[in-house]
């Protein structure tokens, strides 16, 4: 598509299960970042990807975030053993380049986490 | 980056100029003003950026000051879909910064018939 695909859209999951969210960036763009937003709360970065390695975790609240890009392109935040202050939207973002980026980050709409 | 600081809400009626000011006094030469919205429920939109010149797109103008400390984001004639909140950034492009984006509050901005 042309935009940043996310996907699952809506996910509830009890209390201590693994979720995985995924994204899909905009063809060619190699920068990739997840943030977070919790209900009425500003967006709170959390790794940026270059390409496949991720040069910046420190937004990664705790070792139970993890994510993983592959071939350059789809990304993967998984959230292990998942807690209620996890529930937030997780919003994606791709850029064109990552050091020479001119600030313009295309979002999706991003997948909004419920844990009960 | 330097913070920005930027009123919390603003009304503006439709059809009128939105001017949505932002402080960012401790701003350095190679930093540049960037403004993203927010429309409820969705992603963040990017809408300008730039670096100590006016700039305008499709969408709005941003003017800069001559001391580069503070800056307006101008929508000419508001709608009601402009609605959302509006978020003022400003970052070193390139280096170690790479295209890191670290929002704060935003302004409220309620566009009302």
């Known amino acids: 598509g042309a935009g940043v695909s996310q996907s699952p859209s809506n996910k509830v999951t009890e209390k201590g299960k693994d979720v995985e969210l995924r994204c899909d960036p905009i063809s060619g763009h190699t920068a990739l970042y997840w943030y977070r937003q919790s209900l009425g709360q500003g967006l709170e970065f959390l790794i940026y990807f270059q390409g496949n390695s991720a040069p910046d975790k420190s937004g990664l609240p705790s070792d139970r975030f993890s994510a993983e890009r592959t071939g350059g392109s789809v990304s993967t935040l998984t959230i292990q053993r998942t807690q209620q202050e996890d529930s937030a939207v997780y919003l994606c973002?791709?850029?064109?380049?990552?050091?020479?980026?001119?600030?313009?980050?295309?979002f999706g709409e991003g997948s909004r986490l419920t844990v009960l | 980056d330097a913070k920005t600081t930027q009123p919390t809400s603003m009304d503006c009626a439709e059809g009128r100029a939105a001017n949505l000011p932002c402080n960012h006094s401790?701003?350095?030469?190679?930093?540049?003003v960037y403004w993203y919205r927010q429309i409820h429920s969705q992603g963040p939109q990017y809408i300008i950026h730039?670096?100590?010149n006016n700039e305008t797109n499709e969408m709005a103008s941003l003017i800069i000051t001559e001391d580069r400390k503070s800056s307006t984001l101008i929508l000419p004639h508001a709608t009601l879909r402009d609605t959302a909140v509006y978020y003022c950034i400003v970052r070193v492009i390139g280096g170690t910064s790479y295209g890191k984006l670290t929002f704060g509050q935003g302004t409220i901005l309620t566009v009302h018939p």
């Open positions: 730039g670096l100590k």
């Open positions: 973002a791709s850029s064109l380049a990552g050091v020479m980026n001119t600030g313009e980050l295309f």
């Open positions: 401790t701003i350095s030469g190679n930093e540049y």
